[in-house]
């Protein structure tokens, strides 16, 4: 079965510290992919990212990064100096293409609130 | 901007009323979802269609009805709606090239309320 973890539900932060989210998976798969969606208070799910388990390379864009590691079966998310408008919901989800569909595992979320 | 669109971004209904919801995607994709998300919870998986044909179906009540009119429109038929039905329900395309590999891109969602 295919689960995704995210701990943390609910995390704070002043403006302009970093904050990170954590996402561990679960699958016997040895292909799958992994994505990041932001849901900011509007309720529009924002694509982020996706990542194969082929790739490990870490990835930056802008004040967004992500730590991919197979080893711990890991990939978080961090937001270096954050902004208020970075208030939301992000999830991370799981997809397993041998399952023949394009079926998402959603972790359960972390309210990320950035106090200005 | 979002490429998928959803119309209306609200709607209250009683539970005699039949309404529905529309989205519309515009970059070509050939699968469509719904999704019904409650407060504080993940997105649950209604419905997909791939290339107009419903695909899969997660054991959805049938006061929900889906329908594809084509591949870039889907709509949610709703009738007889129980105020547990309030949530928010979001549409989601993807390219379907038939590997599991695709991208959902997800529209604004329609905010539900059945008094």
């Known amino acids: 079965a295919q689960k995704v973890t995210q701990a943390q539900t609910e995390i704070s932060v002043v403006e302009k510290e970093d904050v990170t989210l954590d996402c561990v998976y679960e699958?016997?798969?040895?292909?799958?992919?992994l994505f990041w969606y932001k849901q900011p208070p509007s309720g529009e799910l924002v694509f982020l990212i996706r990542r194969n388990s082929f790739d490990e390379q870490n990835e930056i864009s802008g004040r967004y990064s992500w730590n991919f590691q197979k080893s711990t079966s890991s990939f978080n998310f961090t937001i270096t100096a954050s902004q208020v408008v970075d208030s939301a919901v992000y999830f991370c989800?799981?997809?397993?293409?041998?399952?023949?569909?394009?079926?998402?595992?959603f972790g359960k979320g972390n309210q990320v609130v950035v106090i200005p | 901007d979002t490429e998928v669109t959803q119309t209306p971004k609200h709607l209250v209904m009683g539970m005699t009323n039949k309404k529905s919801l529309k989205c519309e995607q515009h970059m070509g994709h050939r699968a469509m979802y719904w999704y019904k998300q409650k407060a504080k919870k993940p997105p649950e998986l209604m419905f997909v269609y791939s290339y107009e044909k419903l695909s899969i179906n997660e054991s959805v009540p049938s006061r929900f009805s889906p329908e594809c009119p084509n591949s870039s429109l889907l709509n949610l038929h709703l009738h007889a709606l129980q105020p547990e039905d309030s949530a928010l329900y979001l549409c989601?395309?993807?390219?379907?090239?038939?590997?599991?590999?695709?991208?959902?891109?997800f529209g604004p969602g329609t905010r539900l309320t059945v008094l």
């Open positions: 699958t016997r798969d040895t292909t799958y992919y």
């Open positions: 989601a395309s993807s390219q379907d090239l038939g590997l599991g590999t695709d991208t959902q891109y």
């Open positions: 989800a799981l997809s397993v293409p041998s399952r023949g569909n394009n079926r998402l595992a």
